[in-house]
C-alpha cells in the first residue's frame, strides 16, 4: 500500500508539472484513485510520444556568434530545358553572300575572257589581312592562278568583301566550273559551312552558236579589185554586195532563205572580198552555205573562195568552189576543227574566171554552227 502511495505521489507531481499542456478542461472531474492512475498513465503516454517526435527530427546547430543554423535545402536545377551551351567561334570561316556578276550557268563565249565577283562574309573570330588569300581548289582553273591575294587591307569579323577573280574560257563547248576556298596566314584552308570544308565556285557554260554572215554582212569591210565598197550597195555600182531575201538560182528554184549576192568589177580577173569581225572557233563547227550562180546570168563563170585571217597571222585560204551556169550548184559543208581554239576573221571571196561578164555569184545562207 505505501509502495503504491509513493507511486501515486510521484504521478502526482508529475502531472502538476505538466497541467498546462495535459491537465483535463476544468469541465473534467478527477477523482477516486483508478481515475488518477488512469490519468497519470494517460500523461506518460503522451511525455513519451513528445519525446520520441523530437528525437525524430533534425537537431539544430549552433552557429557562431549564438544564431540557430537550419538544415540548408537542397540546390534546385534553374537550368531551362533545351538551352543549347553556346561555342566559341572558330578563328577561320567564311560565308557566302552573292554573286555579284556571272551566276551559275551564264552562258559565254568560247576563248571569251570574264571577271568574276562574289561576296563574302567573314563568319570567323578572326581578322582577315593581306596574307589570306583566295586559292583554286578543284574543277576547270580557266586560266586562274593558283593563288590570289584575297584583300589588300583587313575585314573584320561580320563584314562582307567583294572579291574578284578572272578566267579565260576553253575554247570548246561545255559547262566549266572553279572551285574556291580561303587560306589563312599560316596556310591553313578553310571555307564555307559550319566545318569550313565546302567551296564557293564560278560555273559558266559554252554552247557552238552559229554565226550567220548574211544577219552581219554590214559589220564587214567589203572590198573589191576597185577600192573599198559601200554595204549595202546598189546594183547599178561597178561591184555591189547587196542581200537578197528569196534568190532564185539557176536550176529556177527560189529559195526562202536570204543570200547575197557578190558581183565583181568589171574586168578581167577582178574580185569581191568581205573580211569579218573575229570569231573564236570550237571544235565540232562547221562553215555551211550553197554557193552558185543567179537564175538569168547566163555567161557566169566565178571561182568561190573561203580563207581566214588568224591573229597576228596572214591570209590562208581553206577551200574555194568554181561555179559557172551549168543548172546546178555546190553545197558546203566545210568541217573548221583545224581552227578550233583559235580567234580568226573569215573572207569570203569571190573572183572572175577572165572576163567578168555576168557573174551574178550568190552565197546562200553563208553560217557557222555545230
Do not use: H
Not at 155 to 183: C, E, H, M
Not at 186 to 195: Q, T
Not at 343 to 354: A, E, M, R, T
Request: glycine content about 8%; aromatic content about 8%.
Amino acid at each position: 500500500m505505501k509502495k503504491n502511495l509513493v507511486i501515486l505521489s510521484i504521478l502526482a507531481v508529475l502531472v502538476i508539472l505538466l497541467s498546462s499542456c495535459n491537465l483535463p478542461r476544468p469541465t473534467e472531474q478527477v477523482s477516486g484513485p483508478d481515475q488518477l492512475n488512469t490519468f497519470a498513465a494517460q500523461t506518460v503516454i503522451a511525455l513519451s510520444t513528445t519525446v520520441a517526435n523530437a528525437k525524430t527530427q533534425a537537431p539544430a546547430t549552433q552557429a557562431p556568434g549564438g544564431l540557430i543554423a537550419t538544415a540548408t535545402p537542397p540546390a534546385v536545377n534553374t537550368a531551362v530545358p533545351g538551352t543549347a551551351t553556346s561555342q566559341p567561334l572558330p578563328c577561320d570561316r567564311v560565308e557566302f553572300v552573292r554573286d555579284v556578276n556571272y551566276p551559275d550557268d551564264t552562258a559565254v563565249e568560247s576563248g571569251q575572257t570574264f571577271t568574276k565577283t562574289w561576296e563574302l562574309k567573314n563568319t570567323g573570330s578572326c581578322t582577315w589581312n593581306s596574307n589570306y588569300a583566295i586559292v583554286f581548289d578543284t574543277g576547270e582553273s580557266m586560266g586562274v592562278a593558283p593563288a590570289t591575294q584575297l584583300t589588300s587591307g583587313s575585314v573584320a569579323p561580320g563584314q562582307i568583301v567583294q572579291v574578284s577573280l578572272s578566267f579565260t574560257v576553253p575554247n570548246k563547248v561545255g559547262t566549266f566550273q572553279a572551285n574556291f576556298k580561303l587560306r589563312n596566314a599560316a596556310g591553313v584552308i578553310f571555307g564555307l559551312g559550319s566545318d569550313g570544308s565546302k567551296a564557293f565556285w564560278v560555273k559558266v557554260k559554252v554552247s557552238a552558236s552559229a554565226y550567220n554572215f548574211v544577219d552581219n554582212f554590214c559589220k564587214a569591210e567589203w572590198r573589191s579589185t576597185n577600192g573599198n565598197l559601200t554595204c549595202p550597195g546598189q546594183t547599178s555600182d561597178n561591184g555591189f554586195v547587196v542581200k537578197v531575201d528569196e534568190p532564185t538560182m539557176e536550176t529556177g528554184a527560189k529559195e526562202n532563205e536570204a543570200a547575197l549576192w557578190t558581183n565583181p568589177p568589171s574586168g578581167t580577173d577582178t574580185e569581191i572580198r568581205a573580211t569579218f569581225p573575229a570569231l573564236s572557233i570550237t571544235s565540232g563547227m562547221y562553215f555551211k552555205s550553197i554557193v552558185g550562180c543567179l537564175s538569168g546570168a547566163n555567161n557566169c563563170n566565178v571561182k568561190f573562195i573561203l580563207a581566214y585571217i588568224p591573229e597576228g597571222g596572214s591570209e590562208t585560204k581553206l577551200a574555194e568552189w568554181s561555179e559557172t551556169y551549168d543548172n546546178n550548184f555546190t553545197r558546203v559543208n566545210l568541217d573548221l576543227s583545224t581552227l578550233a581554239g583559235k580567234k580568226v576573221q573569215f573572207v569570203l571571196i569571190v573572183k572572175s574566171n577572165g572576163e567578168s561578164n555576168q557573174d551574178q555569184a550568190f552565197w546562200l545562207q553563208p553560217r557557222i554552227e555545230p
